[in-house]
């Protein structure tokens, strides 16, 4: 699940919105379970019998907390329902109601939402990828080397705090992402396309698919501590670098597992048995924003 964040211009919000294009394919099971969702929504479409391909939503920042998760007299599936298998983008994160937010902290961990009302109690599947993005401050320009913030620091703080410490905790990965120079928008000889990229991630997954065979679960993200013990096992230089991260950036348990996922993951994409020490180092590398901006 990644934030990013960065001055207006950076293209977080592009970054965000080619991430489907990227994600591993979707099996028949999940193509089923999918349309399965939308079904129950009334969002399936006769032009689209089967969705084949991952969803993507992008609801506004003014959505309802019974809107993102799911509500009505008969409950429905909400939005974080309707992302089952595929991306949630909230952009402009700190835009978002704060209340609104945090009732997705249960759903990210369970992926499951339960939903009661006086004449029916549902419960929808939701293990969606959150990705955010998000400004620095209000004016967008805070830590930018070149325009000055004309934010005060209770502004920013304010700003930033609207979401909270739990949430965060939850995110993966915290990007932080800088404009493009000129150089490298006139040279796309080096650009890696997202086919390429897609072929990498899809034989992670199936690494993946693999090596959890016998167990209850396929991917990475599905890793319980028990299993987390088992298969992101660390030589001595890697639990050293992690102590040493976990205590200076004084890190949750949560927090320590998530990199342990994340860094094993990195390990699939290379095609690598192991988690190394440069995989841990990288992974580390994305728990680190928070400090930055929620000291």
């Keep these: 699940m990644p934030t990013y964040s960065g001055r207006p211009g950076s293209g977080k919000t592009m970054l965000s919105r080619r991430i489907p294009s990227i994600l591993p394919d979707l099996s028949f099971e999940e193509a089923l379970e999918t349309t399965k969702i939308h079904s129950i929504a009334g969002v399936l479409t006769k032009q689209t019998p089967l969705i084949t391909a991952r969803p993507f939503r992008a609801p506004h920042h003014t959505i309802s907390p019974s809107s993102l998760v799911g509500g009505g007299r008969i409950p429905k599936p909400g939005e974080i329902s309707l992302a089952h ?134 991917s990475n993200s599905q890793l319980t501590p028990k299993l987390i013990e088992q298969y992101c096992k660390l030589d001595s230089k890697s639990k050293k670098i992690l102590q040493k991260a976990f205590e200076t950036l004084g890190l949750s348990a949560r927090a320590y597992g998530r990199i342990l996922k994340v860094a094993r993951t990195i390990a699939d994409l290379e095609g690598k048995e192991n988690i190394e020490v440069s995989h841990i180092s990288e992974a580390i590398q994305y728990r680190n924003l928070d400090k930055k901006y929620w000291k």
């Design 85 to 218: 298998n595929g991306v949630l983008f909230l952009d402009e994160l700190p835009e978002f109601n704060k209340s609104t937010l945090e009732v997705m902290r249960a759903p990210i961990e369970d992926g499951i939402v339960s939903i009661s009302r006086v004449n029916a109690s549902l419960t929808y599947p939701c293990n969606f990828m959150l990705v955010a993005s998000m400004n620095p401050c209000p004016c967008g320009f805070y830590g930018s080397p070149d325009k000055e913030c004309n934010c005060s620091p209770q502004s920013i703080q304010k700003y930033m705090g609207r979401i909270s410490g739990p949430l965060l905790d939850r995110i993966d990965i915290q990007v932080e992402v800088t404009p493009v120079k000129y150089e490298k928008l006139e040279n796309s000889s080096e650009i890696e396309t997202s086919e390429k990229i897609k072929e990498r991630v899809n034989k992670a997954r199936q690494i993946q698919l693999e090596r959890y065979k016998n167990s209850e679960i396929y």
